[in-house]
């Protein structure tokens, strides 16, 4: 890894990370490249696996006291979410980041991504717990894509099982909900097609765990390609149905999006069935319970939510209008359905 070249970013960098980091090598790596660049650092470890603004706002307090040009995000979606609050954030400070309307100026970022999900290396989007709100609520801007993205493989070796599981089916996600978004076009599909049909071959060595080097950096890839499809695209029902589960039962949001993605698909297929019909071509499986079927093996044991609660997030997410981004219109009764059948 060499950032040498890329001085004119700034001399004084903010590493923006969690704890994982520390254990995968990324965080030495970078550390070593800054140390031989001559560039002052500091680093704010304190990211929560669902960052909230407070959380944010005590790095930008910190990004702006240390009088930072660059941010460097090290870790997985939660980390590159909050980099990029951050990096606004240390350009002035804001009352609240939900509802500030004006531009969202921005340092310059370099996210070095560690685990094959999230895609945030190459999205505008930072998805922050809105507790006001009672869920995740995405702060974007034209600004928030980094400067440059290093992905390296081999620092996902040290993601456990559920993680890997997790981010993997979230990358899958992406793709699946971007051939399904009013905004999809030629080039969002042709992204979303490669990023699938890399993870349909890797299903298997992924529930078995058993991944070489080249299985990780070909799934960091696939990410990447997914999250080149949302920057495009956006998301549709799966994560607007996920975000609850996430908020409510702290349900990771790959593993929240992977429990809802089959029955999505099973609904989808009866409004979409070309469009659906491509992507199970693309993953290589022939139906929607197929795919839910490898992700049982994966997912195990599921957790048990009620009809009642299940029946309220189905309204307070139809209510607010996440799923209209989907070329397949879903009632409340279907989103109930969807989240209903999923557990």
Known sequence: MQFSYYMPFGRKVLIVTGKSSKTNG???DVC??????????????????NPTEENVQEGGKLAREFGAELIVAIGGGSPMDAAKVIAWLACGAQDNIFSYKGEKKALPMIHVPTTAG??????????????ARETKTNVSSMQFFPKLAFLDGKYTKSLPYAETVNTFVDAISHAVEGMLSVRAGELSDALAEESLRIAGKKIRAVADYKLTETDRDELLYASSLAGMVIANTGTCAVHGLGYPLTYYHNIPHGRANGLLLAQFL????????????????????ESADELDNLFRIMFKEREKISENLLAEYAHKVYSSGKTKNGITPFTEQELFEILRKSF
């Open 118 to 131: 999230t895609g945030s290396e190459v999205t505008p989007y930072a998805i922050v717990t809105d507790h």
């Open 266 to 285: 099973k609904f989808s297929a009866e409004k979409a069935a070309n469009r659906t019909g491509r992507i199970f071509k693309a993953l290589g499986i």
């Open 32 to 49: 070593e490249v800054l140390k031989a660049n001559g560039q002052d650092f500091v680093i704010y470890d304190k990211v929560k696996s």
């Open 26 to 28: 990324a965080l030495n």
